[in-house]
C-alpha cells in the first residue's frame, strides 16, 4: 500500500514540476480583424489559404508569404508548428489575428537556425484568405485508408503465403515422365 501512495506522490510532484515549467508558455492570440458576416469558420481538415508575416520578439522578420502565392495549409495534418496551427482554428474568412507562438508551440529549444534561434518566442500576423471546408466523405476516407491498408497488407501477405505453399506442395513431374503423358494424350 505504501508503494502506491508513494508512487503517486512522485507522479503529482512531476506533473507539478512540469506545469511550473511552461507557465506562461501558452498561445496568445489576439484579434485584429473580425468580419461582420461569418457564415463558416475553419475546423480540422479544413483547407487554408492564408498570408502570413512571421517575426521574433525583438522585430526581425523571419518569413513572409505577401510577397508570394498565398500558405496552403491542412489543419490537423501537422504542415505548420502546432502554435500557428492551433492559432488558426475558428477563423473566417477575411479575418486577421495576432499569434503569439511561445517556444514549445514553435520550434522549441533547436530553433530553426539560421533564421530562428532557439527558444524563441514567434509573431505571427495571419490572414484567411480562402477556405475550403472538408467534407463528410473526405474526413472519412481520411480515417478510413489507413485503417483499411493496416488491414489490407497482412491478408494479401497472408494470401501470397498461401499461394507459395500451395504451389511448393504441387507433385513435380519428371521430364521423361511428361512426355510420356503427353505421346499417351497425344494418341
Not at 477575411?94 to 533547436?110: A, D, H, I, M, Q
Amino acid at each position: 500500500m505504501s508503494r502506491a501512495v508513494l508512487l503517486f506522490l512522485i507522479i503529482v510532484s512531476l506533473n507539478g514540476f512540469s506545469s511550473q515549467d511552461e507557465k506562461g508558455q501558452e498561445l496568445k492570440v489576439e484579434v485584429l480583424l473580425k468580419p461582420e458576416g461569418c457564415p463558416e469558420l475553419s475546423a480540422v481538415g479544413d483547407r487554408l489559404h492564408i498570408h502570413y508575416t512571421g517575426k521574433l520578439e525583438d522585430g526581425t522578420l523571419f518569413d513572409n508569404s505577401l510577397i508570394r502565392e498565398p500558405l496552403v495549409v491542412e489543419l490537423g495534418r501537422k504542415q505548420v508548428i502546432p502554435g500557428l496551427e492551433q492559432g488558426l482554428l475558428d477563423m473566417c474568412v477575411g479575418e486577421k489575428r495576432k499569434l503569439t507562438v511561445p517556444p514549445n508551440l514553435g520550434y522549441g529549444r533547436r530553433g530553426f537556425p539560421p533564421s530562428i534561434p532557439g527558444d524563441s518566442v514567434l509573431l505571427f500576423e495571419t490572414e484567411l484568405v480562402t477556405l475550403v471546408k472538408s467534407t463528410y466523405w473526405k474526413k472519412l476516407m481520411d480515417n478510413m485508408i489507413p485503417i483499411a491498408c493496416f488491414l489490407l497488407v497482412p491478408g494479401l501477405l497472408c494470401l501470397i503465403g498461401y499461394y507459395l505453399y500451395l504451389k511448393a506442395n504441387v507433385p513435380k513431374i519428371s521430364k521423361r515422365k511428361f512426355k510420356e503423358e503427353k505421346k499417351s494424350k497425344a494418341k
